[in-house]
């Protein structure tokens, strides 16, 4: 088993540019999840999906769209980069609600 | 706002002692509750997690619960090295799917 796979693991953008991280779990998992993380803030959700078909907003879901493509699939988009999202971006999922989760390697993005 | 409160650190401890990692959490509802190892530049990596007060062990580490207090801790004992790394707390948002994180406190294991 991967576990949960992430792409790109480093990508540089210009500001205005428009990318989609992507994210796929083996598990079997209902929920999956995308935070960043910047130092000093520690890991903050920007969007989840506790089930396919569905999705919600986190803490910090400006900027961005989701996609739950199906059961293992759930991809980050970024329409227009800002500066401000810099960050290295982590997908992870979990099964069931409230048990352990478990976490991509991440993707290193900057926007420059 | 739901908080997870964690002392950044460095927490510097000797090769060989007990290492004590403490967390409090604002949600008295929160259920779960998980210790990750974050190494530099790397994914978070979940060493344990706990759903009743008291004690659970696993090897080296063990994890503490006490919901009366909303206060979560983590020893790891015979401390090693390869230890050191961020450790983050995390606990559930009652009722949802979402998790909690604190910022993480740094341990340093000083051979």
């Known amino acids: 088993n991967a576990g949960v796979t992430q792409t790109p693991k480093f990508q540089v953008l210009k500001t205005g540019q428009s990318m989609t991280l992507q994210c796929a779990q083996d598990?079997?998992?209902?929920?999956m999840y995308w935070y960043r993380q910047d130092p000093g803030m520690g890991l903050r959700l920007i969007y989840y999906?506790?089930?396919?078909?569905?999705?919600d907003k986190g803490e910090v879901p400006n900027g961005y769209n989701v996609s739950r493509l199906n059961k293992r699939e759930f991809s980050l988009r970024l329409e227009s980069a800002a500066p401000s999202q810099t960050s290295v971006y982590f997908c992870?999922?979990?099964?069931?609600?409230?048990?352990?989760?478990?976490f991509g390697p991440g993707t290193r993005l900057t926007v420059t | 706002q739901k908080e997870v409160e964690q002392n950044s650190g460095p927490l510097s401890v000797p090769e060989g002692a007990i290492a004590s990692l403490n967390c409090t959490y604002s949600?008295?509802?929160?259920?779960?509750f998980f210790w990750y190892r974050q190494y530099s530049g790397k994914s978070p990596e979940l060493i344990m997690f706990?759903?009743?007060?008291g004690d659970k062990e696993d090897g080296r580490f063990t994890a503490q619960l006490n919901k009366a207090s909303q206060y979560v801790s983590l020893l790891i004992r015979d401390s090693q090295p390869s230890d050191s790394a961020t450790y983050l707390c995390?606990?559930?948002?009652?009722?949802?799917?979402?998790?909690?994180f604190g910022t993480g406190t740094r341990l340093k294991v000083l051979a």
């Open positions: 992870a999922s979990s099964d069931p609600k409230g048990y352990e989760q478990y």
């Open positions: 598990m079997n998992h209902n929920s």
């Open positions: 999906s506790a089930s396919e078909g569905t999705t």
């Open positions: 949600d008295r509802g929160s259920q779960s």
């Open positions: 706990i759903y009743s007060n």
């Open positions: 995390a606990v559930t948002d009652a009722g949802t799917y979402k998790y909690i």
